[in-house]
């Protein structure tokens, strides 16, 4: 039953590194797929010819899903229906809808290379994140494994009675590690999708702005731009408040409930409001630039502090884990000398 235990926390650590390394995968293959479209729409090239090539260099699972990019592009599919047929997982939607909203102005290689750069960065943040996680959770497994040789080599000892107790007991410590893993992994794609991941909100502002400002400089008028760009955060709560602010601009109203729709400072309005027209998507530009430095900036304060808590947070647990444990081997001490005497 020991054995168990020590399996069950083993497979969660080899499940958790098999799915961080598939999603590592999936966010390269990403990132160079976006680099390599950017490349050739700045250079005129031909895709479907550069996406054949570049399939042969990819893993036999996804090669296929880029040779049917290149089929699509070649029949004559527009560049966003073709990026929208592939699963969500390797291309996001916020992806496709900047592509599709830049789609009929000449800034569309600048909006390819915004979002490839932004999957550079998502790339190299979460392995970053990845081995932050490493350590607390090998100190959790080695704990864990360490514990339970202990409690059984003295429980052994005690009595055989009590054995089958805390092998219960551990087992339900492993149980429950499992049941939290899985529930980590059912709501992290959840609260992905709703956009409710702390600094989500912020990021989904930074990709809204960056991706107006390319269409306002491409002569599109702001609430046409902010309408086409509100999907390209990612952030459907937020998508839904910036169009609903572009509709109120299209009739008349100020732009002050934009950017109080897209979160940004109140300096950062000041500079907004005071642009002039020919200079508004610079200025927007600049403030998004901003605004990504400030996701960055609290992505790097969360890292910071997660290795340390998580620390803790295990420490915790392995110590009430082992106060319930001597509590137990205490009570059948205390029975024992009770039936001697």
Same mark, same amino acid.
């Given at each position: 039953m020991l054995l168990v235990a020590v399996l069950t926390v083993a497979l969660v650590v080899v499940a958790t590194f098999a799915a961080a390394t598939r999603h590592r995968a999936r966010l390269e293959l990403r990132a160079e797929l976006l680099d390599l479209i950017a490349g050739a729409c700045r250079r005129g090239l031909v895709l479907p010819p550069l996406l054949v090539s570049f399939a042969e260099e990819t893993p036999r699972r996804r090669r296929k899903m880029v040779q049917d990019l290149a089929r699509r592009l070649d029949e004559g599919a527009p560049l966003g229906e073709a990026l929208r047929a592939l699963p969500r997982r390797l291309v996001p939607r916020h992806v496709v809808a900047a592509v599709e909203a830049a789609e009929s102005t000449p800034r569309l290689p600048a909006v390819l290379e915004t979002v490839a750069a932004d999957a550079g960065e998502s790339l190299a943040l979460r392995h970053r994140f990845v081995v932050a996680a490493l350590y607390p959770l090998l100190l959790a497994f080695l704990l864990f494994g360490l514990h339970t040789g202990a409690v059984a080599a003295f429980a052994a000892n005690l009595d055989g009675t009590i054995q089958p107790r805390l092998s219960r007991l551990l087992i339900g410590a492993g149980l429950g590690t499992l049941l939290a893993a899985a529930t980590i992994f059912l709501l992290l794609p959840l609260? $992905? @999708? &709703? *956009? !409710? =991941?702390? *600094? %989500? $909100? $912020? &990021?989904?502002? %930074? @990709?809204?702005? +960056?991706? #107006? +400002? &390319?269409?306002v400089e491409a002569g599109l008028p702001m609430d046409d731009a902010l309408l086409r760009a509100a999907p390209a955060g990612g952030h459907p709560r937020l998508a839904r408040q910036v169009q609903a602010a572009a509709r109120g601009l299209a009739d008349g109203d100020p732009t002050g409930p934009v950017w109080a729709a897209l979160g940004? #400072? !109140?300096? #950062? @309005? =000041? $500079?907004?409001? !005071? %642009? #002039?027209?020919?200079?508004? *998507? @610079?200025?927007?530009? *600049?403030?998004?630039s901003r605004s990504f430095d400030a996701w960055r900036d609290h992505s790097e304060r969360m890292l910071r502090w997660m290795t340390p808590l998580a620390v803790i947070v295990v420490g915790g647990i392995v110590l009430l884990d082992f106060q319930v444990v001597m509590d137990v081997l205490a009570d059948t001490r205390a029975n024992i000398q009770v039936r001697l005497w």
């Open positions: 609260l $992905r @999708r &709703l *956009g !409710a =991941l702390p *600094g %989500a $909100r $912020r &990021l989904g502002s %930074a @990709r809204v702005l +960056a991706t #107006s +400002a &390319l269409l940004l #400072s !109140a300096v #950062s @309005r =000041l $500079r907004l409001e !005071a %642009a #002039s027209p020919q200079h508004l *998507g @610079r200025v927007m530009a *600049g403030v998004a």
